[in-house]
């Protein structure tokens, strides 16, 4: 048979370890605020996309661009490891070559993931990093806190997001 005609295979049933997370399957986009004490404030557009393949793990990518241009800001892509008992594990590595490797909990009821980072890894600054993900009204929206080398853990990032 040739490739080029070969029907798309239908998607995988969705695994029953992310059955809890399956709200965030799809496509979202939006828009956020950035900052910090180091930095000047800053928005940005934001496409977040959460997908499967059938297996106990969600496969996460992310990017973001400037509003006035579109050209690319930042990236990063990863995977979430919801288990059983409402813990779960992100790794996420960043176009920056920063990587992260979070431990967590989500309330499938409230739809709600909170994150906080094990190890920030190949991050001259960067000590860690906390992130909640949370579904308000059909949106998903973030907010995702940093501590450096100079600062405490704080705000730095904050999007709000619609499935597309």
Do not use: C
Not at 22 to 48: A, D, K, M
Not at 74 to 84: I, L, M, N, V
Not at 115 to 142: C, D, H, P
């Amino acid at each position: 048979m040739d490739a080029n005609n070969s029907a798309r295979p239908p998607p995988p049933p969705v695994h029953p370890a992310i059955q809890p997370l399956s709200y965030l399957l799809g496509t979202w986009r939006g828009q956020g605020e950035g900052g910090f004490p180091t930095i000047n404030s800053f928005s940005y557009g934001e496409e977040l996309l959460f997908s499967h393949s059938g297996k106990p793990v969600i496969a996460y990518s992310q990017r973001t661009w400037k509003l006035s241009s579109g050209e690319p800001m930042h990236a990063e892509s990863g995977y979430w490891r919801p288990k059983p008992d409402g813990t779960i594990e992100v790794v996420i590595a960043q176009s920056t070559g920063l990587v992260e490797v979070q431990k967590g909990t989500y309330n499938a009821e409230e739809k709600l993931v909170k994150l906080q980072s094990e190890l920030v890894g190949n991050a001259s600054k960067v000590t860690e990093i906390s992130r909640v993900f949370e579904l308000v009204n059909g949106e998903l929206s973030y907010v995702v806190q940093m501590a450096t080398n100079l600062n405490s853990l704080q705000p730095h990032l904050k999007a709000l997001l619609k499935k597309i």
